[in-house]
């Protein structure tokens, strides 16, 4: 059965900080996991003791408090180069000797998690995220064609997982035209390579020979009988959850929720009405809406009444490419410094990656559960979504077009900055793995 997100909110978490910190190597060693004892070598210090049961508030305030003290000694003292760094739960990743960073809020279990990309530079911005958080387990990535054509879209997404050092997410290729549209794309934005044309390498890896609705299918379905829920995060023209929906609605019982980058509740950027990934198939954005309803799968709208305000600075993303090595860091500092270029600012919207930041941090988005239709018709408007937020049931009673059978959790508003670290910090922390 899917849960609500207001329910898995409420559901306690074991939830200690976790620590990216910098180690000499002759120096102290620190290992803060998800749940139980912090382990540390340093000096006086010692961890809690792990006895009171997961998630219980003491436990998790002292390990917050000595995590900070330590990381205040640590970075207090010189830093010499060749120093090992110890990262977030168990994960051991090399990471730039001058950088140290906290990485907040790691929940004792990863979640498991599956993106439908039409990549795309600001999907490489999330599938960065989602290949890289300790906290997600990246079950597999399916392309559809929208900013680039399809087959654009799996070369980068898997030039995007090899930087990340992903090579064991599973890449299916989907569909190549929306259900009833004409294909368009949106290199005018991400460039002609569809990812801003860093002239980087070509990936080693390939996709699987399985069709993207079928690898969804398989996904959702193992976790169903795993006893496990999926949450679905599609970033594109929502084609591919379409299909999957109304042609194997059984994959229900597999999905925890859809967390969608779509739509808008005011005004669109590929029209003045219409967001792209909507317009670019609003009878997909329709069905998937409507299947989703039809099978109580609790959806979220990241939409662009959010979209653009959680932002990179160049100067933060010439940071991450100084880390170098090919790796996530690098690519994602290229990703921004190519939006700042293309758009003549300083900073750089993470794009669709804001919503693999609400599937880690919900408590980041101000959300109204709204009515909404899929606007299918209109000259001007189609492909907008009507997201309806009058609040008096007068109007709302003698509206003749009735109730919508579809409701959406809508961001309304983000903690932008919030979402800007987490992606910065989690990447800078994945560092030059590939
Ligand atoms: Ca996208």
Do not use: K
């Not at 205040?72 to 760094?85: H, K, Q």
């Not at 921004?336 to 609400?358: L, N, P, Y």
């Not at 941090?361 to 109204?368: E, M």
């Amino acid at each position: 059965m899917a849960t609500s997100p207001e329910a898995q909110a409420a559901v306690p978490r074991a939830v200690v900080e976790g620590l990216v910190v910098e180690v000499p190597p002759t120096g102290p060693v620190v290992e803060v996991p998800p749940t139980g004892p912090v382990v540390t070598d340093v000096p006086g210090w010692e961890g809690p003791d792990g006895e009171g049961p997961d998630g219980e508030a003491p436990v998790e305030q002292e390990a917050r408090s000595r995590v900070a003290a330590v990381a205040t000694a640590i970075t207090a003292r010189d830093r010499r180069p060749g120093s090992r760094v110890l990262g977030v739960s168990g994960t051991r990743r090399p990471y730039p000797p001058h950088l140290w960073r906290y990485v907040d809020r790691v929940p004792p279990t990863a979640r498991p998690v599956v993106l439908d990309v039409d990549t795309g530079v600001d999907d490489a911005c999330a599938l960065l995220l989602a290949a890289t958080h300790p906290a997600l387990q990246l079950r597999a990535v399916t392309c559809v064609g929208g900013n680039a054509p399809v087959d654009d879209v799996v070369r980068n997404t898997l030039t995007v997982l090899e930087a990340a050092g992903r090579s064991d997410v599973p890449v299916a290729r989907g569909a190549e035209r929306p259900l009833l549209e004409h294909p368009t794309d949106a290199r005018h934005v991400h460039g002609e390579d569809g990812m801003g044309d860093l002239g980087w390498p070509a990936p080693t890896l390939r996709p699987e020979p399985r069709h993207a609705v079928e690898l969804l299918r398989d996904t959702c379905m193992a976790a169903a009988d795993a006893g496990e829920q999926v949450t679905l995060v599609p970033t594109a023209p929502l084609t591919n959850i379409a299909l999957l929906l109304r042609t194997y609605p059984a994959t229900a019982r597999g999905i925890a929720e859809i967390v969608f980058m779509g739509g808008a509740a005011q005004s669109g950027n590929a029209t003045a009405s219409a967001e792209f990934n909507v317009f670019h198939d609003p009878e997909a954005a329709a069905i998937a809406l409507d299947a989703a309803a039809d099978l109580a799968i609790p959806v979220t709208m990241y939409g662009l009444d959010v979209f653009y305000d959680p932002v990179v600075a160049a100067a933060e993303a010439d940071e991450l490419v100084a880390v170098g090595g090919r790796g996530a860091a690098e690519l994602a500092g290229r990703l921004i410094q190519f939006q700042c270029e293309r758009f003549g600012r300083d900073a750089a919207t993470i794009g669709d990656a804001g919503a693999v930041c609400a599937v880690l941090d919900p408590g980041g988005l101000t959300t109204q559960v709204l009515p909404i239709r899929v606007e299918l018709a209109g000259r001007w408007s189609r492909g907008r979504t009507i997201v309806d937020r009058r609040d008096w049931s007068g109007d709302l009673s003698h509206d003749p077009h009735g109730e919508p059978p579809v409701r959406v959790r809508v961001a309304l508003g983000v903690a932008h900055e919030r979402y800007s670290a987490l992606w910065r910090d989690t990447i800078l922390s994945a560092g030059a793995t590939r």
